[in-house]
C-alpha cells in the first residue's frame, strides 16, 4: 500500500512551568492511501496531541513539536509555513472533532460555514459554492438540505451537526480525514448512523482516516489497523484482526479483557491495576511497567524498543524479546 | 430476592415550559410519563436508554431530589411520596446516590475525610473519633487507603474520585444505592475496576442498586434486570437473560444491533434508526416510538400500548404483541 502520511519519530513536548511534558514522546505511524487507522488509548496517552501535531495545531506556548517528521505524501508537515499549512487545512487533511455543540460556529448559518471552507480551497463563485454545500448535506444524509443549508447550529441534534462537521470535513475532498472521537458525544443509536456515514464516505472516495478513539467496539468495527498508544508512545500495532485475537502487549490485552461484551457472561471483569500515571510521574524503563502484571526487573530501569512480531505485528515489551510465551493470566516469565 | 424493597407506580415528571415576559406556562416537557417497577433486595435494576430518555429524572424523582409530578413511590412498603423534606432526609440514610462527574460532585474544598464524615455528622452518627474510624474503614473499603483522608480531592484522579464517591454514599450504610452513570466518565481500564467493586460491595453489604446509564454492555455486565427506557416511558423490561437474547420491542431489537462489538470478525444484522428521539416537549401520540419503527401499524399512531408480561417477567410496551 502506498503510503499517504508518515509519522516517524514524532516529539511533542509541553514547556509548563512544572516541567516538560511529554505529550507524544517519539511516535511512528504509517496510514496508507484508502486505509482506516485506529488510534486507540486512554486519556492523556497522547492521542490527541499527535492529531493534532499533525495538522500543526498544537498551541506554541506551550506545546512544540520538537523532533521528528510528517511526510504527507512528499511535503513534510512539521518544516511548512503557516501559509502552506493553512492550504492543506481542510484541503487535503480535515479533521473531525469530538464534540459538534463547540466545532460549528454558532452565529453562522450552516451554509456560510461550508461555503467558507469551499471557497478558500476551491474555484466557485457563491452559488455554485452553495449548491456544493447543499449536495454535501445531502450526501450526508440531511433531510431538507435546502431548508437547513440556512438554518443556525442551534436549530439541529446532536447527530446532524455532527453530519455538518462531516459534511464540512469532506467538502474539499481530502485525502485524509480524521476523526476524533467523532462518535463519543453521541447516542449509540446516532452513532450507528455517523458511523455508517463515514463508511460510506470512504468507500466513495477513497479517503484516508485516521480515527482516534478509545472505544475498541468502533475500532473493530472501522479499522483496517490500529495503533495503541499508552505515556505518549506506541505500545503495539497490528491489523485489526490481530489486535483482537493475538494481542501482544499486556496493555492491549489488559484493554480487551476490561471492557464487558454484550454478548458473554462474566462475574468479573478483568482489570488493569492502577491508574494513568500523570506526566510529572512518569516512570522510567516501560511507562507501563508499574501497572503491568508481567514486569520484570528490566522492564523498571530500562524502556522497550517497538519489536517486529511479524505480520506487521510489533510491540514495545521486552516480553517479545525475551521470546516468552504467555497467554491470558498464566505467567511463565514473571521473574528474569 | 423476592421482597420489594422500593415499588413505584405511575411516577410523573412534567417540566413546565414557560414563556413571555409572564412566564406562562405553554406547555410541558414529559421527562418522565407515566412508569411503573419494582426493585427486589439485593438486586440491581439497570435503566438503560439515549439522552433525554427519562433515566436520570427517574433516578432523582425516587429521591425526590427533582420533586415528582405525580406517582407513588413506596419503599420497604412505606409510600414516600408525600413524606415533606425534613422526614426525607432521615430516609436518606437508606437511600444514597452516586453521580456521574467525580469533578463535580465532590466539594473541592473539603478534604476527604470532611467529605465522608459529614453525612455521618448530618445523621447524628457516631462519635467524632468513631467517625473517623470510620472514614478510614470506608475508604479500605474503596481501595484506597486511610492516608488519602487528609487530602483534598484535585489530588485523586478520576477513578479514584469516583471510588471517593462511592464511600460518601456508602458512609450510611444505605440500602438502596442509585447509580447515575457512575462509570460513563471513566477510562475503560479503571471502568472495570469501579464495576467490579460495586459488584463486590453488593455481595459484601447486601446492597440493592438502581443503575442508570448508557451503555448496554456496562448495565448488561452488572444488572439482574433491565428496563429500557425511550422518551420518559418504560419500553421493555426483563432479565437480562431474555432482553438481551431475545429483546422484544423494536427499540430495544434497534438499540442493541447498534452496540459495536470489539470483534472485527463478527458482522451483525444492524437496524439502523432513521432520524433523531423526538423533543420530549412534543412527543408524538400513541407509542412514542412509532415514527421511527419499522413495524407502525395503525393504532400504534393513536393508542398507547402498555407494559405487559408475556410470561417471566418479560415486560414489554408494543402493540405488536398485543393481538
Same mark, same amino acid.
Given at each position: 500500500?502506498?503510503?499517504?502520511?508518515?509519522?516517524?519519530?514524532?516529539?511533542?513536548?509541553?514547556?509548563?512551568?512544572?516541567?516538560?511534558?511529554?505529550?507524544?514522546?517519539?511516535?511512528?505511524?504509517?496510514?496508507?492511501?484508502?486505509?482506516?487507522?485506529?488510534?486507540?488509548?486512554?486519556?492523556?496517552?497522547?492521542?490527541?496531541?499527535?492529531?493534532?501535531?499533525?495538522?500543526?495545531?498544537?498551541?506554541?506556548?506551550?506545546?512544540?513539536?520538537?523532533?521528528?517528521?510528517?511526510?504527507?505524501?512528499?511535503?513534510?508537515?512539521?518544516?511548512?509555513?503557516?501559509?502552506?499549512?493553512?492550504?492543506?487545512?481542510?484541503?487535503?487533511?480535515?479533521?473531525?472533532?469530538?464534540?459538534?455543540?463547540?466545532?460549528?460556529?454558532?452565529?453562522?448559518?450552516?451554509?456560510?460555514?461550508?461555503?467558507?471552507?469551499?471557497?478558500?480551497?476551491?474555484?466557485?463563485?457563491?452559488?455554485?459554492?452553495?449548491?456544493?454545500?447543499?449536495?454535501?448535506?445531502?450526501?450526508?444524509?440531511?433531510?431538507?438540505?435546502?431548508?437547513?443549508?440556512?438554518?443556525?447550529?442551534?436549530?439541529?441534534?446532536?447527530?446532524?451537526?455532527?453530519?455538518?462537521?462531516?459534511?464540512?470535513?469532506?467538502?474539499?475532498?481530502?485525502?485524509?480525514?480524521?476523526?476524533?472521537?467523532?462518535?463519543?458525544?453521541?447516542?449509540?443509536?446516532?452513532?450507528?448512523?455517523?458511523?455508517?456515514?463515514?463508511?460510506?464516505?470512504?468507500?466513495?472516495?477513497?479517503?484516508?482516516?485516521?480515527?482516534?478513539?478509545?472505544?475498541?467496539?468502533?475500532?473493530?468495527?472501522?479499522?483496517?489497523?490500529?495503533?495503541?498508544?499508552?505515556?505518549?508512545?506506541?505500545?503495539?500495532?497490528?491489523?485489526?484482526?490481530?489486535?483482537?485475537?493475538?494481542?501482544?502487549?499486556?496493555?492491549?490485552?489488559?484493554?480487551?479483557?476490561?471492557?464487558?461484551?454484550?454478548?458473554?457472561?462474566?462475574?468479573?471483569?478483568?482489570?488493569?491495576?492502577?491508574?494513568?500515571?500523570?506526566?510529572?510521574?512518569?516512570?522510567?524503563?516501560?511507562?507501563?511497567?508499574?501497572?503491568?502484571?508481567?514486569?520484570?526487573?528490566?522492564?523498571?530501569?530500562?524502556?522497550?524498543?517497538?519489536?517486529?512480531?511479524?505480520?506487521?505485528?510489533?510491540?514495545?515489551?521486552?516480553?517479545?524479546?525475551?521470546?516468552?510465551?504467555?497467554?491470558?493470566?498464566?505467567?511463565?516469565?514473571?521473574?528474569? | 430476592?423476592?421482597?420489594?424493597? /422500593?415499588?413505584?407506580? =405511575?411516577?410523573?415528571? +412534567?417540566?413546565?415550559?414557560?414563556? &413571555?415576559?409572564?412566564?406562562?406556562? *405553554? !406547555?410541558?416537557?414529559?421527562?418522565?410519563?407515566?412508569?411503573?417497577?419494582?426493585?427486589?433486595?439485593?438486586?440491581?435494576?439497570?435503566?438503560?436508554?439515549?439522552?433525554?430518555?427519562?433515566?436520570?429524572?427517574?433516578?432523582?424523582?425516587?429521591?425526590?431530589?427533582?420533586?415528582?409530578?405525580?406517582?407513588?413511590?413506596?419503599?420497604?412498603?412505606?409510600?414516600?411520596?408525600?413524606?415533606?423534606?425534613?422526614?426525607?432526609?432521615?430516609?436518606?440514610?437508606?437511600?444514597?446516590?452516586?453521580?456521574?462527574?467525580?469533578?463535580?460532585?465532590?466539594?473541592?474544598?473539603?478534604?476527604?475525610?470532611?467529605?465522608?464524615?459529614?453525612?455521618?455528622?448530618?445523621?447524628?452518627?457516631?462519635?467524632?473519633?468513631?467517625?473517623?474510624?470510620?472514614?478510614?474503614?470506608?475508604?479500605?473499603?474503596?481501595? /484506597?487507603?486511610?492516608? =488519602?483522608?487528609?487530602? +483534598?480531592?484535585?489530588?485523586?484522579? &478520576?477513578?479514584?474520585?469516583?471510588? *471517593? !464517591?462511592?464511600?460518601?454514599?456508602?458512609?450510611?450504610?444505605?440500602?438502596?444505592?442509585?447509580?447515575?452513570?457512575?462509570?460513563?466518565?471513566?477510562?475503560?481500564?479503571?471502568?472495570?475496576?469501579?464495576?467490579?467493586?460495586?459488584?463486590?460491595?453488593?455481595?459484601?453489604?447486601?446492597?440493592?442498586?438502581?443503575?442508570?446509564?448508557?451503555?448496554?454492555?456496562?448495565?448488561?455486565?452488572?444488572?439482574?434486570?433491565?428496563?429500557?427506557?425511550?422518551?420518559?416511558?418504560?419500553?421493555?423490561?426483563?432479565?437480562?437473560?431474555?432482553?438481551?437474547?431475545?429483546?422484544?420491542?423494536?427499540?430495544?431489537?434497534?438499540?442493541?444491533?447498534?452496540?459495536?462489538?470489539?470483534?472485527?470478525?463478527?458482522?451483525?444484522?444492524?437496524?439502523?434508526?432513521?432520524?433523531?428521539?423526538?423533543?420530549?416537549?412534543?412527543?408524538?401520540?400513541?407509542?412514542?416510538?412509532?415514527?421511527?419503527?419499522?413495524?407502525?401499524?395503525?393504532?400504534?399512531?393513536?393508542?398507547?400500548?402498555?407494559?405487559?408480561?408475556?410470561?417471566?417477567?418479560?415486560?414489554?410496551?408494543?402493540?405488536?404483541?398485543?393481538?
Amino acid at each position: 500500500m502506498k503510503p499517504l502520511l508518515n509519522i516517524s519519530g514524532l516529539k511533542t513536548h509541553f514547556f509548563t512551568a512544572e516541567g516538560v511534558v511529554r505529550s507524544v514522546d517519539g511516535v511512528d505511524i504509517m496510514i496508507g492511501e484508502g486505509e482506516t487507522v485506529g488510534l486507540v488509548g486512554e486519556s492523556g496517552c497522547g492521542k490527541s496531541v499527535t492529531s493534532l501535531s499533525i495538522m500543526r495545531l498544537v498551541p506554541w506556548p506551550p506545546g512544540k513539536i520538537v523532533e521528528g517528521s510528517i511526510m504527507f505524501q512528499d511535503k513534510d508537515i512539521v518544516c511548512l509555513s503557516e501559509a502552506e499549512m493553512r492550504d492543506i487545512r481542510g484541503n487535503d487533511i480535515a479533521m473531525i472533532f469530538q464534540d459538534p455543540m463547540t466545532s460549528l460556529n454558532p452565529v453562522f448559518t450552516i451554509g456560510d460555514q461550508i461555503v467558507e471552507t469551499i471557497r478558500l480551497h476551491m474555484k466557485l463563485n457563491k452559488k455554485k459554492a452553495l449548491s456544493r454545500a447543499v449536495d454535501l448535506l445531502k450526501q450526508v444524509g440531511i433531510p431538507r438540505a435546502e431548508q437547513i443549508v440556512n438554518e443556525y447550529p442551534h436549530r439541529l441534534s446532536g447527530g446532524m451537526r455532527q453530519r455538518v462537521v462531516i459534511a464540512m470535513a469532506m467538502a474539499c475532498n481530502p485525502k485524509l480525514l480524521i476523526a476524533d472521537e467523532p462518535t463519543t458525544a453521541l447516542d449509540v443509536t446516532i452513532q450507528a448512523q455517523i458511523l455508517d456515514l463515514m463508511r460510506k464516505l470512504k468507500k466513495d472516495n477513497g479517503t484516508s482516516i485516521l480515527m482516534i478513539t478509545h472505544d475498541l467496539g468502533v475500532v473493530a468495527e472501522m479499522c483496517d489497523r490500529v495503533v495503541v498508544m499508552y505515556g505518549g508512545k506506541v505500545v503495539e500495532e497490528a491489523d485489526v484482526n490481530t489486535l483482537f485475537t493475538a494481542p501482544s502487549h499486556p496493555y492491549t490485552k489488559g484493554l480487551l479483557q476490561s471492557i464487558p461484551s454484550i454478548d458473554q457472561e462474566k462475574e468479573w471483569l478483568d482489570s488493569i491495576p492502577g491508574n494513568v500515571p500523570i506526566p510529572s510521574e512518569m516512570p522510567e524503563g516501560c511507562k507501563f511497567a508499574p501497572r503491568c502484571i508481567y514486569a520484570m526487573e528490566r522492564c523498571q530501569t530500562e524502556e522497550p524498543t517497538l519489536y517486529e512480531i511479524g505480520n506487521g505485528q510489533k510491540s514495545r515489551c521486552f516480553l517479545v524479546e525475551e521470546g516468552a510465551r504467555y497467554d491470558g493470566n498464566t505467567i511463565e516469565s514473571k521473574t528474569s | 430476592m423476592t421482597e420489594t424493597l /422500593l415499588k413505584v407506580r =405511575h411516577l410523573k415528571k +412534567y417540566f413546565p415550559v414557560r414563556q &413571555g415576559i409572564l412566564q406562562r406556562t *405553554i !406547555g410541558y416537557v414529559k421527562a418522565v410519563d407515566d412508569i411503573d417497577f419494582d426493585i427486589f433486595r439485593g438486586e440491581t435494576l439497570g435503566l438503560v436508554g439515549e439522552s433525554g430518555c427519562g433515566k436520570s429524572t427517574t433516578g432523582r424523582s425516587i429521591l425526590r431530589l427533582i420533586e415528582p409530578t405525580d406517582g407513588v413511590i413506596e419503599f420497604e412498603g412505606r409510600d414516600i411520596s408525600n413524606v415533606k423534606s425534613g422526614k426525607m432526609r432521615t430516609l436518606y440514610r437508606d437511600m444514597q446516590l452516586i453521580f456521574q462527574d467525580p469533578y463535580a460532585s465532590l466539594n473541592p474544598r473539603k478534604t476527604v475525610e470532611k467529605l465522608l464524615g459529614e453525612p455521618m455528622a448530618v445523621h447524628g452518627m457516631y462519635t467524632p473519633s468513631e467517625r473517623k474510624k470510620r472514614v478510614h474503614e470506608l475508604l479500605e473499603v474503596v481501595g /484506597l487507603h486511610a492516608y =488519602h483522608a487528609a487530602r +483534598y480531592p484535585h489530588e485523586f484522579s &478520576g477513578g479514584q474520585r469516583q471510588r *471517593i !464517591g462511592i464511600a460518601r454514599a456508602l458512609a450510611l450504610q444505605p440500602k438502596l444505592v442509585i447509580c447515575d452513570e457512575p462509570v460513563s466518565a471513566l477510562d475503560v481500564s479503571i471502568q472495570s475496576q469501579v464495576l467490579n467493586l460495586l459488584k463486590q460491595l453488593q455481595q459484601e453489604l447486601g446492597l440493592t442498586y438502581l443503575f442508570i446509564a448508557h451503555d448496554l454492555s456496562v448495565v448488561k455486565h452488572i444488572s439482574d434486570r433491565i428496563g429500557v427506557m425511550y422518551l420518559g416511558r418504560i419500553v421493555e423490561l426483563s432479565h437480562k437473560k431474555s432482553l438481551y437474547s431475545k429483546p422484544l420491542h423494536p427499540y430495544t431489537q434497534a438499540l442493541l444491533s447498534a452496540v459495536p462489538v470489539a470483534n472485527p470478525r463478527e458482522k451483525r444484522d444492524r437496524i439502523i434508526l432513521e432520524g433523531d428521539v423526538p423533543s420530549p416537549a412534543n412527543p408524538p401520540g400513541g407509542c412514542t416510538f412509532h415514527p421511527r419503527c419499522s413495524a407502525c401499524m395503525d393504532i400504534c399512531r393513536t393508542e398507547r400500548p402498555l407494559l405487559r408480561d408475556f410470561g417471566d417477567g418479560h415486560m414489554v410496551a408494543c402493540h405488536l404483541y398485543n393481538q
